[in-house]
Structures are given as structure tokens and as C-alpha cells.
């Protein structure tokens, strides 16, 4: 079983950054795809970003784009997110979730079963 750890959640004001971290043991990390997706409070999942296994391609939704920065360190088994000027409509709870491949292929986030627990991210002033 796919073992995805998040942390870095909290409370921040509209404008302020987070990093997000999501520890994944248990399989070979360097080989696949990760994501990040959201689900905010009364809403479907939504595909916030992903990055290619070898870590020079990422992918990001509409509404995040220019403000969040996905990377990973193959060496940690880490992956990041880095949100800068986050805003209330960022508030979600924020999951880690594993590719089925190298690539990163759709924004679809049903594509991306294999997710962790999730940590919370609420903005608010």
C-alpha cells in the first residue's frame, strides 16, 4: 500500500505563503508522477499541481497558477509545495497523490487514487 505522509498546513492570512511537504516511503519515488489536489469545504477534488519523475516538468490548475511552485527531492522521497499570496479561495484540505506514471498526464485528480491523509490550509483575515 501506498504510504503518502502531508505536513506544513496551518492558518495564514490572505497573502501570505505556506510550504506543503508530503514524505512518500514505501515505493520508488524517482519513477513516478506527484501531485498535489484539493478539496475545499462543500466541493469535489481539484487538481492543484503535478511534477514529472525527474522533477523538470510541472503542470498547474488555472487557479494557482503564477502563485504555487511544485518540486521534488528524489533523494529525500519529498515532494513540496511552495503557495505564495494565497488567498481565501485557497482554503481546502491539500493532499499528496501519486501518478500512475513518470508523466504527469491529465488534471483530472480522480486519476490520482493514491493519496495521503491530507493537511488542512485555511485562509482567512
Known amino acids: 500500500q501506498v504510504q503518502l505522509v502531508e505536513s506544513g498546513g496551518g492558518a495564514v492570512q490572505p497573502g501570505g505563503s505556506l510550504r506543503l511537504s508530503c514524505v512518500a516511503p514505501?515505493?520508488?519515488?524517482?519513477?513516478?508522477?506527484m501531485t498535489w489536489v484539493r478539496q475545499a469545504p462543500g466541493k469535489g477534488l481539484e487538481f492543484v499541481a503535478g511534477i514529472n519523475s525527474g522533477g523538470w516538468r510541472s503542470m498547474y490548475g488555472g487557479s494557482v497558477k503564477g502563485r504555487f511552485t511544485i518540486s521534488r527531492d528524489n533523494f529525500k522521497n519529498v515532494v513540496y509545495l511552495q503557495m505564495d499570496n494565497l488567498m481565501p479561495d485557497d482554503t481546502a484540505v491539500y493532499y499528496c497523490?501519486?501518478?500512475?506514471?513518470?508523466?504527469?498526464?491529465?488534471?483530472?485528480?480522480?486519476?490520482?487514487?493514491?493519496r495521503g491523509q491530507g493537511t488542512q490550509v485555511t485562509v482567512s483575515s
Open positions: 514505501g515505493f520508488i519515488f524517482s519513477q513516478y508522477c
Open positions: 497523490a501519486k501518478g500512475l506514471g513518470s508523466t504527469c498526464l491529465t488534471e483530472d485528480p480522480s486519476d490520482y487514487g493514491d
